[in-house]
């Protein structure tokens, strides 16, 4: 999905271009918050500065991206653009791509767009989790398991519940929204806030319900980081079952965007 | 011998920013679950230049992953550090600035100090002199123990210190900010905290324990290395690795 | 195991009707035909008795919110709720003559006909239906839950009461799920978040032997200075003798708590109060004597048995810090009626 039409430069003497490590390319964007520079712009742009300025420049962007990533919260390209791109703004495109091929070629890390009409950037794992083989024990957090429940019930479900079969579910393994848990505190905030500021669920209300009512489905940062076919894989290992008998996940699993994702890695395995 | 990152290359600097620190052992058994992992040619003597093709990449972020001793147990680790400070790296919002700010503080006493040991009542004491927003107890002991959950504080008995992590880290910035107070180890010349002085007033050496225990192991009188005064302190043993 | 019902079990649920039958047989034509039974000159009067239209309204509202509350446990196929509250709104309906009854009605039969198709749809979509309810059931499992003797499957509000997670279990959840996640790893560093800034210039120079010491005298209560010199000692000597107060009292009668407050507050002085919380402290620390709460949540303390030293040092420690100022010092004397002090001054003593 990277350079869809990018125009060919014949003034690329001071850049040798090269391919994008596979990563969201960003410089398709139209519509945007600050004017996007054309590719001729940016070629101008380019001639102004010292390939070291270049460098350096992507190698904050790599900064601020991987700093930006320890809460999960997304990137807004404009906030990126205002905080560290900066003064050379009109080189963005070429920024983000060198800073997309050091996340890639260097941390195993792909920059995804996850949220094309806001200009939002996640990151995601090149590499599949070597879960139990690993030799270094990784920490792990309670709330993931959380999470974990909440997205398998959402998928197994059709992708929408209403809240309150989340809610009866976590009631259920002793977590009850309507209180102080020891270990995640305020359940309700990190449902519906964390988790939703993270992108990893939607929480909308439906229309005309009285009193109000919510669903939830999965967020875009899910789509790009979950697989369904694991978790569906894991469901069936959980119900002695196997995960074709449900049939609608399975297809679901197996055909959309997110499994086609997820092929690439679990061939390494 | 390749420069060039693989899979493996970077299935190991990903469990080193999930764990930040990570022993020689660790390391080492790391390294080849990762060569493995990713069928790449393993060389098991070959894990620092292992290392070195990593941090040749890691250089233009500022980053690295870098050997140390722990004052603890005298083992080596290997921590992955960030080197440069700016306005980028200040945006990071692992901890608030007020805490920020009673770490700091934590940090001056404890170089400051003959130990390299701060007590929790030491810290609450310290607190109260913030010029940020003051932390209330309850904060400070909550923050105590992220500090130590996140691996930059060790805390004994309600006894703090910098930890391994945090005195790989910090060290270049230590011996800038605390040059006069700044002790270092007369074996192996990195910064020492828990070490043991020569007690010469002339002399006054400082030396690890862990390297107190190296050196003088087997020697029926110690002296010390550097006034051949004898060294009166109680020689700790030498801890062996883990056996794998 | 055995599959935990839905919540619905409270129900007390009744064998046959199959959740679709009455979708094809709506309340209103029933309702309606009910209705115009009535003659017109019986209506005058019920019409316009707003208790009963109240109570309809309630009745029907309880109705709307029940099969609301309920709706995941009303949603298991093996739960009849949905038709018996089908059958309640009938009857209601008899009695509906306002507009604002007929709306509520309108209301419950939208929720209903709702709930009734997600029934339906589940029971003849293609494949196996997911029932979160087994599903929990299967993950309190892998959460490695301690299950209580006898499961008692009719408790289950929550739950709570059948059996207990272990500490971990919601790690364990994580650690089988990492594997459906592609998480990026994040990076973390002290260096370089905050400004470099060197140390306030301090006059460290009469660095002496015990630097904490110096900090520690500051908390502690004038008074001890006397101490000076060989002040560790006495601290020491201190904590010792309030241990002998804390074990005689203790075993006067082993069984009655003592109240932690009772025992450190001195109702005459305000310096020795806080002087005996410092001391009692390292009876803590060094775990020769223990804090609990009481029933009331008011802690207690008592010495920890001479065999059980040793053995304590495995059970978890737990930190608190204690503040005390001299109002609270003063309510505390006020609310738990301390007329005495417990541990008796040591100059009074020697005197």
Known sequence: MSSRKRPSNPQSASQPRRQTGGSAAQEEDDDVAFTQPSTSQVQRGLEKVTEAQV????????QYFLLKDQKKVPVRRADLVKHVVKEHRNIYPEIIKRAARTLDQVFGLKLVEIDPKNHMYILVNNLETSGDASPTTRPTDPKRGLLFVILSVIFMKGGVVRENVVWNTLKK???????????????????????VRQRYLEFQRIPHTEPVEHEFRWGQRAEAEVSKAKILEFMGQLHDRDPQSWTQQYKEAHSSQNSSQQAGGSSQR | MSRQMGDSHRRFLQTMMANGIIDEQGAKTLHQHCCQ????QYAPDRLDDFIDTINSKLQPMFMQIRKGMSEDNGHQYYALVNMVENDVTRMTSDYADNELEL??????LIVGSEDGKLSSIDILNS??????????KSEVEHLLNRLVQDKWLSEKRGEYTLSTRCIIEMEPYIRTMYQDQVKVCHICHAIAFQCQICENPTCGIKIHNPCVARYFKGRTEPRCPACEDFWPHEIPEVRRLRSQ | MKRARGGGDDEAP??????ARRKGDPPHSDGVDAGSDFGPADLQDADNDPGLRREIRSKYRDLISSVQQNREDMLSPSNNRLTEVLEEANKLFKDVRQAREAALDAQLLVVATDLGKEKATQLFSEGTAFDPSAFAEHLLSVMGINRLEDEEDEQQNGGAVDGYLPQDAWHRVARRAEC?????PSFHYMFGSFHAEPPPPKQRTERQRKAPSKDAKRIMPTQLKKMDESHQEATEKEVERILGYLKSYYQDDPTSPISYYEFVIDPNSFSRTVENIFHTSFLIRDGLARLYLDNAKLPCIAPVEEGEVEAGVSCSRKQCILSISPKTWKELIDALDIKDTMIQPLNTQNE
């Open chain 3, 180 to 184: 459906c996640f592609r998480t990026a």
């Open chain 2, 37 to 40: 992992t990713h069928n790449a």
């Open chain 1, 55 to 62: 460098d350096q420049k992507s190698a904050e962007v790599v």
């Open chain 3, 14 to 19: 009744r064998q046959n009707g199959s959740a």
């Open chain 2, 127 to 136: 607190a109260d002199s913030m010029t940020t927003k003051k932390l209330k």
């Open chain 1, 173 to 195: 393994l002793r977590v009850d929204p309507g209180e102080k848990h020891d270990e995640f505190g305020d359940v309700k905030k990190v449902v519906t806030d964390e988790f």
């Open chain 2, 103 to 108: 770490f700091r503080k934590m940090m001056d």
